[in-house]
């Protein structure tokens, strides 16, 4: 465990409030014309252009957010994100979630399929059917296409600044004076009136997901249960202080009707809670703490006797002691969590990674093999293991299995390229690193950067060869406009 992976930044949250108020903007301009392209509310925004918002959003907030960039959290969310969407009709539209590194009790959906996570809601939830439950009136915010409708309201109002400036980011003049001059002139400081959904959004958005809740084998109760933490939230701390409450209005009429709702769907068996859950949220609790609270941590339970500890508390001991060289320690904590739990894929996770780092690395590559051998999908042990064998300096092995992986799967998170980059640089291959950049630049939608390593990545090989013939068709994919089918 080289380092907490969890990414800081002390640029501020305004200009990107700006960006996604920008399609809500109750400032009044001149009319903008916009395509008709099919039902009613394309005639503002298509579905196309809603990605392509999303994907300026996501840009400015890779700036601006502080955005959570661990396997292990990114695998768990986007697997949730997952189920509920398997259970739903939301066609091949594609999604995207992710978690910021904020107290805040909040989430949001960005049009374009992108749903942001606070690490406060995640850490809030009381159970795994609650958090299921955000995500899930998230998800329907967006297959209701609720962004776009708000747009269309706005532009019956004949108030379409946001659309205009909306036509110079989809035109990929992000940078033009004028939209700059917009995202300056006080558009923030009426953002958060702006981008709240209406009371029917609401309960659509709440009515749809908790149907997915039961449809994907979650307790329909989950959203209810969920509105009410945040309703003791608010009595106790003040609608301001619960972000979520800002831009979904909480009455208490609507978290009746989520009861009386889930209370038609809750026969039968459904998911409650579970062990990822718990181990998600005590990584987090670790991943936010500094090194002396991990100390303290790990002290405060260690030898003691008196209590048998948790299993959160079993976790975060274990993630402390290896990080900090405890053999002793983290074997202890790792064989009592595998006893309760054997098969779970995270403990045997930090299984391997405790005793490829402590105890026998050779040992540890079998159980990483092992686990990926039955699991070549559970991406965390691919991020892991690359990781361990970096360090051991075997960088050319860790680009071998992080190729294979990226080469086989969809939705390959861009930080896989990177990290492949840097085993390729590592073991002196620089055709792959250049290229492995080129594609986590395209993962990321940032096509001239793509094109630009694949440019030196093609002054590093010779005319005719495979590596020479691949990188030059990917390369004219990309300058005719279109994304390679694999970056």
Same mark, same amino acid.
């Given at each position: 465990?080289?380092?907490?992976?969890?990414?800081?930044? =002390?640029?501020?949250?305004?200009?990107?409030?700006?960006?996604?108020?920008?399609?809500?903007?109750?400032?009044?301009?001149?009319?903008?014309?916009?395509?008709?392209?099919?039902?009613?509310?394309?005639?503002?925004?298509?579905?196309?252009?809603?990605?392509?918002?999303?994907?300026?959003?996501?840009?400015?907030?890779?700036?601006?957010?502080?955005?959570? *960039?661990?396997?292990?959290?990114?695998?768990?969310?986007?697997?949730?994100?997952?189920?509920? #969407?398997?259970?739903?009709?939301?066609?091949?539209?594609?999604?995207?979630?992710?978690?910021?590194?904020?107290?805040?009790?909040?989430?949001?959906?960005?049009?374009?399929? &992108?749903?942001?996570?606070?690490?406060?809601?995640?850490?809030?939830?009381?159970?795994?059917?609650?958090?299921?439950?955000?995500?899930?009136?998230?998800?329907?915010?967006?297959?209701?296409?609720?962004?776009?409708?708000?747009?269309?309201?706005?532009?019956?109002?004949?108030?379409?600044?946001?659309?205009?400036?909306?036509?110079?980011?989809?035109?990929?003049?992000?940078?033009?004076?004028?939209?700059?001059?917009?995202?300056?002139?006080?558009?923030?400081?009426?953002?958060?009136?702006?981008?709240?959904?209406?009371?029917?959004?609401? &309960?659509?958005?709440?009515?749809?997901?908790?149907?997915?809740?039961?449809?994907?084998? &979650?307790?329909?109760?989950?959203?209810?249960?969920? !509105?009410?933490?945040?309703?003791?939230?608010?009595?106790?701390?003040?609608?301001?202080?619960?972000?979520?409450? =800002?831009?979904?209005?909480?009455?208490?009429?609507?978290?009746?009707?989520?009861?009386?709702?889930?209370?038609?769907?809750?026969?039968?068996?459904?998911?409650?809670?579970?062990?990822?859950?718990? #181990?998600?949220?005590?990584?987090?609790?670790?991943?936010?703490?500094?090194?002396?609270?991990?100390?303290?941590?790990?002290?405060?339970?260690?030898?003691?006797?008196?209590?048998?500890?948790?299993?959160?508390?079993?976790?975060?001991?274990?993630?402390?002691?290896?990080?900090?060289?405890?053999?002793?320690?983290?074997? #202890?904590?790792?064989?009592?969590?595998?006893?309760?739990?054997?098969?779970?894929?995270?403990?045997?996770?930090?299984?391997?990674?405790?005793?490829?780092?402590?105890?026998? !690395?050779?040992?540890?590559?079998?159980?990483?093999?092992?686990?990926?051998?039955?699991?070549?999908?559970?991406?965390?042990?691919?991020?892991? *293991?690359?990781?361990?064998?970096?360090?051991?300096?075997?960088?050319?092995?860790?680009?071998?299995? #992080?190729?294979?992986?990226?080469?086989?799967?969809?939705?390959?998170?861009?930080?896989?390229?990177?990290?492949?980059?840097?085993?390729?640089?590592?073991?002196?291959?620089?055709?792959?690193?250049?290229?492995?950049?080129?594609? *986590?630049?395209?993962?990321?939608?940032?096509?001239?950067?793509?094109?630009?390593?694949?440019?030196?990545?093609?002054?590093?090989?010779?005319?005719?060869?495979?590596?020479?013939?691949?990188?030059?068709?990917?390369?004219?994919?990309?300058?005719?406009?279109?994304?390679?089918?694999?970056?």
């Amino acid at each position: 465990m080289n380092k907490q992976r969890v990414k800081h930044t =002390r640029r501020t949250f305004g200009p990107l409030l700006a960006l996604s108020a920008l399609v809500f903007s109750t400032l009044g301009v001149a009319d903008v014309n916009l395509p008709s392209i099919g039902e009613p509310v394309d005639l503002v925004i298509s579905p196309a252009e809603e990605k392509k918002l999303g994907q300026a959003f996501m840009a400015q907030a890779r700036k601006e957010l502080d955005i959570v *960039y661990d396997a292990e959290t990114n695998y768990f969310i986007t697997s949730l994100g997952n189920r509920l #969407l398997n259970a739903s009709n939301h066609g091949s539209e594609t999604f995207h979630f992710f978690t910021i590194n904020d107290s805040r009790i909040n989430a949001f959906a960005v049009p374009g399929g &992108y749903i942001g996570i606070n690490t406060g809601t995640i850490l809030s939830a009381q159970n795994e059917s609650q958090l299921a439950g955000v995500i899930a009136h998230e998800i329907a915010h967006v297959t209701q296409r609720h962004i776009a409708h708000r747009i269309k309201e706005a532009n019956k109002q004949n108030l379409p600044l946001a659309a205009a400036i909306l036509i110079a980011v989809l035109g990929g003049i992000q940078n033009s004076t004028a939209t700059q001059a917009a995202l300056s002139a006080g558009i923030a400081a009426s953002a958060q009136n702006s981008i709240n959904f209406t009371r029917k959004n609401e &309960y659509e958005a709440d009515r749809i997901g908790i149907n997915l809740l039961a449809q994907a084998g &979650y307790s329909p109760n989950g959203m209810a249960e969920f !509105f009410s933490i945040l309703q003791t939230q608010n009595n106790r701390y003040g609608r301001e202080s619960i972000e979520f409450l =800002r831009t979904h209005p909480l009455e208490q009429n609507r978290i009746a009707e989520a009861q009386n709702r889930a209370a038609l769907l809750s026969s039968g068996n459904h998911v409650i809670n579970t062990v990822d859950f718990q #181990l998600i949220q005590a990584r987090l609790q670790w991943l936010l703490s500094n090194e002396r609270e991990r100390a303290f941590h790990l002290q405060s339970i260690n030898g003691t006797g008196r209590t048998t500890p948790t299993l959160s508390d079993s976790y975060r001991a274990a993630l402390t002691a290896i990080q900090s060289g405890e053999s002793k320690e983290a074997k #202890l904590f790792i064989q009592a969590l595998k006893t309760t739990y054997p098969e779970n894929l995270l403990i045997r996770l930090l299984e391997a990674e405790g005793v490829a780092r402590l105890e026998n !690395f050779q040992q540890g590559e079998i159980l990483f093999e092992a686990l990926l051998k039955t699991y070549p999908e559970f991406s965390p042990a691919i991020w892991r *293991y690359a990781e361990v064998l970096i360090d051991e300096k075997s960088p050319a092995k860790a680009y071998q299995y #992080l190729a294979s992986y990226t080469r086989s799967f969809d939705q390959v998170p861009a930080q896989f390229f990177q990290l492949q980059a840097k085993s390729a640089g590592l073991a002196n291959n620089r055709t792959a690193s250049l290229e492995s950049l080129a594609d *986590y630049h395209i993962a990321l939608n940032q096509i001239e950067d793509a094109i630009n390593q694949l440019k030196y990545a093609l002054k590093t090989t010779q005319p005719g060869s495979a590596d020479y013939e691949r990188i030059t068709a990917k390369l004219a994919i990309l300058k005719n406009g279109q994304l390679p089918s694999k970056p």
